[in-house]
């Protein structure tokens, strides 16, 4: 457990050091995200946090190994799913910065995305076979390129989607990678380990400046990249530990940005509107409206977002039956949430009349 305090405490500080320097270098380079485009935000504030996140992220992975000495034998162990993270990432990274910048359009932003799956495909990182609750394994054979690629794509893109209150998005990936870090643990998977607990301490770092009133956003830079890191790390993971890919997992530690996305596009193919085009149908807008605060709907989605985490640790490691029992446990405790929050799961049938 040391190296894993000695990576998290080193990401912590590079993060918190970083993130003001980005927000220090994001007021100068005009990087900034309009009020109008947040209703929580009635400022000027500038969204280069992802910056930070990216940096904060490898240069605390890289020190440590080499430090530890262990970067050759990485490499050597490991090295096709290591490179594939770090590229892919820093490719993640760099799109979202362009877009950051100049407003790439939404089409543009798609076909880098697919490209960004197809390196790390091509790189090793694939899904070969997955793990669906009830039905057991299932051989996907010629669909593995589409698979892989549609679930980074979209959860690159459910991440991002997400970003659009102080602290919702950070909150969200600081459970993921939490959640990814106590399986990699306990499943004895050093690799996906010291990755993500490099996550966890880069995410709350940044989070004590985003957390509302945030003075730092992560923009698209810091959401694509955490969208790729969260969708990568679990089929590095179940391929490591030579498991099929289990949809649980995975779709329980990420449900929130999942399920608003989801949500999302068949609420505009139903009323016949562009799936690309921004409306104010997404979770979180519904529960501003209803007169929640950004940083008690952040709260809330934190809470639900820990409970479906730990029924997914649990799930990952039992049969159909508790995998059943886990769900209808989460479905008791989500509704004691929803009432000790004061809202109303009606929140989203309404949501998706408008």
Known sequence: MKQYAIVFISSLVFSLLLTHMAGVLGRRL???????????????????????????????????????GLTGKLLAEDGRPFL??????????????????????????????????????????????INVPF???????????????????????????????DGLCASVCLVASSAFFVLALATN????????????????????FNFAPASIFMGDSGSYFLG????????????????????????????????????????????????AVPDRGHLHHRL???????????????????????IGIIASTSDARSVLISLVAAAIILNFLFRFFGISPAILVKASHE
């Open 228 to 275: 790729f890191t969260l969708a990568a790390l679990p089929i590095v993971y179940f391929f490591k530990t030579s498991a099929a890919f289990s949809l649980t997992t995975p779709v329980l530690f990420m449900a929130i940005p999942l399920f608003d996305t989801l949500h999302t596009i068949v609420r505009r193919i139903i009323h016949s509107r562009p799936i």
């Open 288 to 310: 501003l409206s209803e007169g929640q605060s950004p940083r008690r709907i952040a709260i809330m989605m934190f809470c639900f977002s820990a409970i479906l985490a730990i």
């Open 84 to 129: 594939a993270i770090f590229i892919g990432g820093l490719l993640a990274f760099a799109v979202g910065l362009w877009d950051d910048i100049y407003h790439l359009r939404a089409g543009y932003k798609l076909s880098f995305q697919i490209l960004i799956s197809v390196v790390v495909y091509l790189m090793g990182v694939q899904i070969h076979t």
């Open 135 to 165: 039905l057991g394994l299932m051989g996907i054979g010629g669909y593995s390129f589409p698979m892989t690629v549609i679930w980074i794509v979209g959860v690159m893109n459910s991440i991002n989607l997400i970003d659009g209150i």
């Open 30 to 68: 005009g990087i900034y995200d309009e009020p109008h485009r947040r209703e929580a935000s009635q400022k000027r504030i500038p969204r280069s946090g992802g910056l930070a996140i990216a940096v904060s992220f490898f240069v605390s992975v890289l020190a440590f190994l080499d430090w530890n």
């Open 189 to 208: 998977c050093p690799l996906v380990a010291v990755l993500s607990i490099a996550l966890v301490g880069t995410i709350l770092g940044f989070l004590l």
